[in-house]
């Protein structure tokens, strides 16, 4: 009898492998995890691979009691930068994720062939519906359209629900990454469903509310909302219960001013993701926001982005978008006309 999703997850790993990373035949192909990781998420993929004439390298670690740099003592840090610098293709399926470590970033710098795709916390049910069953194509067209409309934006305001009204003016120098799902260019790319950048930092002001999730310090699905007032660019102030004394104290723990920093805001268009607490399919639910503190990653302000301590992402839920005061999308729902014929393809008109 086949295990829990075997079929679909056969068909979703051989769309990451085939479709999204183009992986060729005689290619080394590193699949990491740890320790949280699914191992059937992480053998469909392999298999999918070595069908393809791929070359795939497993490698398991145990799981880090930290993220990103924070992860660095608990890993055979020689060894797995020497892997992924040898590498042509990478997937990371860590649940601590090595996103912003050290290996990454020597990697990012020094192997300029390596395709990365960002899938931390991958399971077999997310793999199936965020994966398996999106239709890239038109994924892609919606994405790089409101892409578009963003980019052409000088001033953005975002509200929400909860509380949140925070604006801000955008940079024309800095990109704003569209994650399509494809990793099929040498880089750092993520799960599709996310459109991010840096805007320009002095200009944040506002109340920004995660009533969604927040990740790390690991508080999952949040039971009160946690409020940051913020000035500058900076968090000057935390409101809400026992989640956001807990934030604010790892916040701080780190003693860099850039934790308190924001680095980034990031809208989620992913039609198969719901709020669960994993924070890669946090940041996609449909018609949410995600704002960074601390670490600015080179996809956002290149070359190099700016270091910090460590990073983490916190997702706002039902957001309004207006660009230059005109409303893209009301509490969630898209609602700009040029839209609406790509929602229906989609499933979400």
Known sequence: MPVYYDYELGRAATTLTKELFKLKPGETFVITADTESDPQVVDATARAAFALGAKPMVIWVASPLGVGKGADPMLPLAALTAALKAADAWVEFNNKWLLYSTPFDIAMKENNRLRYLCLVGMDADMMVRCI??????????????????????????LTTPAGEDVAFDNDPERPISCETGYADTPGPHMMAGQIGWAPAFESINGVIVFDGSLVP???????EPVKLHVERGKVVKFEGGKEAVEYEAWLRSFNDPMMLRLAHVCYGFNPGARLSGDILEDERVWGGTEWGLGQVG????????????????????????????????????????????????????
């Open 132 to 157: 398996g069953r999106v239709d890239y194509p038109i994924l892609k067209e919606f994405e790089e359209t409101i892409t578009k409309m963003t980019k052409k934006a000088k001033h953005v305001r």
């Open 217 to 223: 310090p690991f508080l999952g699905v949040l039971e």
């Open 298 to 349: 080179l996809m956002y302000i290149p070359p190099d982005g700016i270091k910090g301590a460590s990073h983490t992402d916190g997702i706002c839920l039902n957001t309004s978008v207006w660009l230059d005061g005109k409303q893209i999308t009301d509490k969630g729902k898209v609602i700009a006309p040029e839209l609406l014929p790509l929602l229906k393809k989609l499933g979400k008109g």
